[in-house]
């Protein structure tokens, strides 16, 4: 019984066998259709993420040139370059003031824009039919429209200086950021618009000429007296 067993079990061993191989012959070209199949549709989504990645191309915010940090005038325009082609906007204070079609590495320039008082954002980005790019740095413009201020605390118009006073230090205030110049010399001017000057006296009468200017190129002047002796 158990020859005849082990006899069954090597036919039934070697019949599984045959009919194994029959499929893995009948059924290979299948296999590696199959296999075909599963390479080209990798590659079909290959191809279409690579398309999408070209279609969304990823744009840069353009840059303005010669932004003035002040200016005088109420109303500006703004220039700049982009280094692609689209819709380039323009933003002063997040709302968008102007839209320029522009061509990738050429200049661009803005309609004018009416600025407040004060200082004025301006930021720039561009867009085509797929993308979109963020938002550019942030520019600041400042509207001046008032001349400067400027007060001289020491000394007062007309006063008198003898013997060891002369050498003394000419003090004021003016507006932050402005420039003073006495006797058309730069002065020393901390960040809070306070300033002072080292003056020599000469015998007898001396005008002082002092001027402040702000960043738009407003002046304003003012002129004091003072006197020397020695006696």
Not at 4 to 25: H, P
């Amino acid at each position: 019984n158990i020859k005849k067993n082990n006899k069954w079990t090597v036919i039934l061993s070697l019949l599984a066998f045959f009919l194994f191989c029959i499929l893995l012959l009948k059924g290979f070209p299948y296999i590696l259709e199959g296999i075909g199949n599963i390479s080209q549709f990798l590659n079909k989504n290959d191809n279409k993420n690579i398309s999408q990645q070209k279609n969304e191309e990823i744009l840069l915010p353009p840059m303005l040139i010669d932004i003035p940090q002040a200016t005088s005038s109420a109303y500006i325009k703004v220039s700049g370059e982009s280094e692609q082609t689209g819709t380039v906007e323009i933003y002063l204070n997040m709302k968008l003031e102007d839209e320029i079609d522009s061509e990738a590495g050429q200049k661009f320039t803005s309609s004018l824009f009416k600025l407040k008082d004060g200082p004025n954002e301006i930021r720039t980005k561009i867009k085509n039919d797929t993308s979109e790019s963020s938002f550019s740095e942030s520019y600041t413009v400042s509207l001046l429209s008032k001349e400067p201020t400027l007060e001289v605390s020491f000394p007062q118009d007309g006063s008198k200086f003898l013997k060891a006073d002369k050498r003394i230090t000419l003090q004021g205030k003016t507006d932050e950021n402005n420039t003073i110049f006495v006797n058309d010399t730069k002065a020393i001017v901390d960040s809070d618009g306070s300033f002072s000057h080292l003056i020599e006296l000469n015998e007898g009468d001396n005008q002082i000429t002092i001027k402040s200017k702000n960043q738009a190129g407003k002046e304003l002047e003012k002129k004091i007296t003072v006197s020397y002796s020695r006696e």
